[in-house]
């Protein structure tokens, strides 16, 4: 897990490194297909981007997050961006690698454990 600020417009996700003041990545809203969540009371969100790698983060800011994502995208384009909801996530980590992350509610808590697929 990296530190990241996450800065939203009417237009783009912009991702900055703290440590550095550097933009590392710059997302357009018409690139996002769609959100993943788990169904549990987590704090990680996967962004998914079909056109390159997706994004995935830990916030505990995630409603905050997924509400102005999918309001921004709809008031920009009049699409619906898909909010999906399962305990078992894939997401793209690089062009040529892919994770599966499984979500299990526990006692006292939530264990996430990201594997290669």
């Known amino acids: 897990m990296k530190r990241r ?5 009417d237009f783009a996700i912009y991702i900055v490194d703290p440590d550095i003041d550097a933009l590392k990545r710059r997302i357009s809203l ?3 297909e769609k959100l993943c969540l788990s169904e549990l009371s987590d ?20 409603t905050e997050i997924v509400t102005v994502l999918v309001d921004a995208t ?24 892919v994770k599966e992350i499984d979500f299990e509610e526990t006692e006292g808590g939530v264990r996430t454990r990201i594997v290669r697929k």
């Not at 600020?5 to 417009?9: D, K, V, Y």
């Not at 009049?78 to 690698?97: C, G, H, P, W």
Request: proline share 2%; net charge negative.
């Open 5 to 9: 600020i996450l800065l939203m417009t």
């Open 30 to 32: 018409a690139a996002v």
């Open 43 to 62: 704090n990680f969100l996967a962004i998914i981007i079909p056109t390159e790698y997706d994004l995935l983060m830990a916030s505990t800011r995630k």
């Open 74 to 97: 709809k008031s920009q384009s009049d699409y619906e961006l898909e909010v999906l909801l399962s305990n078992r996530l894939e997401y793209n980590a690089t062009s040529e690698l």
